[in-house]
């Protein structure tokens, strides 16, 4: 039965890599010369296109703009199906119809290649503007609910491509004592290419061709791929230098579809977090990771939040840690705006020249960035810390506080008790202190330990100066008074001092 699983397995392993009608067909993808990758699909044009103004009520209403391509710079900046007002100087109340204002914003389109945009908005669809002067249209005007934007847009600009994609967390690990937590992630893309699909019908008979670590790098470097990109990644030196390193393509199908061809690609991205911790609260503590993600070559759709569900999500519920729980997971998606980051840019005084240049020349080329958060707690399993390093240390000092029920005249068998706890205390830490993290902080467990010093320490002074106070006080009876009280003191002040500081320090209160 064994051999037969392995045989199926087998053959379904080496039979997957490359599906198709004939393999020949699949292999043609990797040998014929031809080229869609990023550089190539680039547009010059998209579809602009001008149109009178759709209310037939309204005496002079500003033509309508349509951008058909979403996926253009002028789509993305918030130019699609808006009422024109004007283009490269040329205002539309300065003409007598429609029709002369279009045929003269025409000619300037298809001339120039650098266009200047003025647009109206508002929450209507038509506005009348009878009866009003060029200058009775400005920001300034309160009567009427309309808003004038300016936009300048270049011709020449790079396509974002449309993808659909899937998100999971199928790993975690927690390094360099909880200062890093390394997470990774499995991502599906799902989109095609108009003319690559074209050019793969008409030369290639095939139904699904499916491309395995072999064939990776042929028919990348053939075809766009997409890609996310941590956000953070480029505040950590290392992790910036790194970045390709830990991005791993394990498969690129092609699939046959009608018209069109469906690329799938799978991929494992490894990043590094430094976590928002609770080291105060050790062993007690709680990770705080967030990773942050956008596309760094595509877009997923076309910036309708209400479009987002297609992104799918899902953390795998198998995903085992040994020191930590992994709590309360959570993806959130989201955009940045143009129009919004510009403004808090251009406000934000703290900010230099450059980074505002910067940003504003970034949002102007994509309009929107998406991002998608994933954030989630790791809790520490304390059971380890608790059975092993409290639990023992208590005893320990347990241990030392029956000096109070040794006679008094037993004065060597008090000390060694009292120092043979003191000295196997320093020693256990000893033993443990490499599985405590090194941080400078004081912590909920290090205020346990130098309490639990400072108490075992105490029965030493104390059982000295209980003989000392004996012999000077000339007592006659077996157990000095010090000692009787210290019996049920010592122990109580002991549990409560833990108690009390373990408190003020987890819940951040002097410390």
Known sequence: MKILILFVSFFFTS???LIASDSDECLGFIEKEYNFTQDRLDYETWSFEIQHAENEDCIQCPPLIYVDNFSSDAGVNGLHNTQLIEINGEHYLSYKNDEDFISAANKIIEKSENLNIKALYDEDDIWDLEGLEETDISDDNNEFEFKIFDIAIDKKFKSLIPVKFEIEVVDIQVEDKSSNVRTLLDIKYYYDLEEFSKYSLDNFDFEIC?????YIDQISNKIFIPKLFDVYSGTNIKNFIDINKKRKINEISLFKSKSIVEIYVNETLLIDSKPINEFSKFPYDTLTTNISLSPQNFISSDYKFEDWERVEKNALQYIFLDEWKLNNILFTENALDRDFMIDIVTNNNELSEQLKSLTTKTMNAFG???????????????QFYT????????????????TFWIRNNQIEAKLNLAIVSLLALIAYNFIVNNDIPKI????????FILISYLFT????FISVYSYYDYRR?????????????LRYLAPLAYILSILFFGFLIYNSIFF
């Not at 059975?387 to 029956?402: A, D, Q, R, W």
């Not at 006080?473 to 009280?485: A, W």
């Open 15 to 17: 039979t997957l890599n």
């Open 210 to 214: 499916t491309f395995d670590e072999q």
């Open 368 to 382: 929107v960035i998406e991002y998608i958060d994933i954030d989630f707690d790791l809790k520490r399993k304390h």
């Open 387 to 402: 059975l092993k390093v409290i639990v023992p240390v208590f005893f320990i000092v347990l241990i030392s506080f029956t």
């Open 440 to 447: 400078a902080e004081i912590t909920v467990l290090d205020s």
């Open 457 to 460: 320490g105490f029965c030493t």
């Open 473 to 485: 006080d000339k007592l006659t009876g077996d157990f000095n008074p010090i000692d009787v009280k």
